[in-house]
């Protein structure tokens, strides 16, 4: 339980602190590169490492790909004060990566503890 507060907690700070910080301190296009550095770098890596993590404990951690996404729509909505689809599009692919690579990393570790 102490593991998915953590969790949940870092999705927050990172997916909706990050941004929100950004568009309040940077203005222009400055702020505009930066939030695409997020959505295009810093958020698919942070997918694809909780999708990691989730993998290697599998039956505890399964809905941590749904938390991301969640995190992610629901955090730029509010943040930009913007409903547009763009944003599900966004977490679906978020939960995607992380779904897959948690996948994927569960068949490794199956793999290796059966060798």
Known sequence: MKKALETILFTIILICGCPFILSRMVNGQ??????????????????????????????NCLYYPFIVA?????????????YDN??????????LLSSLSMMM???????????
């Not at 590169?33 to 989730?54: E, K, Q």
């Not at 763009?86 to 939960?95: E, K, Q």
């Not at 990393?105 to 060798?115: F, G, N, V």
């Open 30 to 59: 400055d702020g505009m590169a930066l939030l695409f550095i997020l959505l295009f770098m810093v958020n698919p890596i942070y997918s694809i490492m909780v999708g990691i993590a989730a993998g290697k404990d599998l039956f």
């Open 70 to 82: 969640i995190v992610f729509v629901v955090g730029y909505m509010l943040i930009f004060d913007s």
């Open 86 to 95: 763009a944003f599900y599009i966004y977490g679906g692919v978020y939960f």
């Open 105 to 115: 990393t569960y068949l490794l570790e199956c793999k290796k503890q059966s060798s």
